[in-house]
T-cell receptor, first 114, second 112 residues
């Protein structure tokens, strides 16, 4: 158990809908990362927050957005969902924001868009 | 941009066999290198890391050496067990960036 929790574990929804994925980082970690794992694209970095502020952005679509709240939990919002958004979404957390801080991964949320 | 290339899988071995999973990278600057492991139904776990050239990361019998001259970070284990069956990801994190860049993953199956 990494100490990072993600809810829900599974999500099935229809095209065009909007969903929210939630992540609680390890106690004491200030940085939260979101990754998408799909069969065709592999594991890709989406976005990072550090202590409530956006720190880095990767291949995140405009239909997706995220935020980190004062209690440090984070939410990833996915809207106007398409079939191709079906994937495993991982959250990771670390103490700091630099490259050498170990990232601890949650168990993921499996999103299925039908 | 930065990228990581891993050997194609799946890889199937017998218990106690020697394991090598190749990983090469392309990056500007001096990245940190990582191996992560993903067991079925779970998130990724850091297996080992190396932060500079010639560093050797090791954990649970696995080893990998940061080779700058060949831009490689191959994962090795002398004697694999059935419990090592998982997907292994090589990754890098550039000093100036916050994110991890992953290879495509290698599925490893160990038969008793």
């Amino acid at each position: 158990d990494s100490g990072v929790t993600q809810t829900p574990k599974h999500l099935i929804t229809a095209t065009g809908q909007r969903v929210t994925l939630r992540c609680s980082p390890r106690s004491g970690d200030l940085s939260v990362y979101w990754y998408q794992q799909s069969l065709d694209q592999g594991l890709q970095f989406l976005i990072q927050y550090y202590n409530g502020e956006e720190r880095a952005k990767g291949n995140i679509l405009e239909r997706f957005s995220a935020q980190q709240f004062p209690d440090l939990h984070s939410e990833l919002n996915l809207s106007s969902l398409e079939l191709g958004d079906s994937a495993l979404y991982f959250c990771a957390s670390s103490v700091g924001a630099g490259a050498n801080y170990e990232q601890y991964f949650g168990p993921g949320t499996r999103l299925t868009v039908t | 941009g930065d990228s990581v290339t891993q050997m194609e899988g799946p890889v199937t071995l017998s218990e106690e066999a020697f394991l090598t999973i190749n990983c090469t990278y392309t990056a500007t600057g001096y990245p940190s290198l990582f191996w992560y492991v993903q067991y079925p139904g779970e998130g990724l776990q850091l297996l080992l890391k190396a932060t500079k050239a010639d560093d050797k990361g090791s954990n649970k019998g696995f080893e990998a050496t940061y080779r700058k001259e060949t831009t490689s970070f191959h994962l090795e284990k002398g004697s694999v067990q059935v419990s090592d069956s998982a997907v292994y990801f090589c990754a890098l994190s550039d000093q100036g960036a916050q994110k991890l860049v992953f290879g495509q993953g290698t599925r490893l199956t160990i038969n008793p």
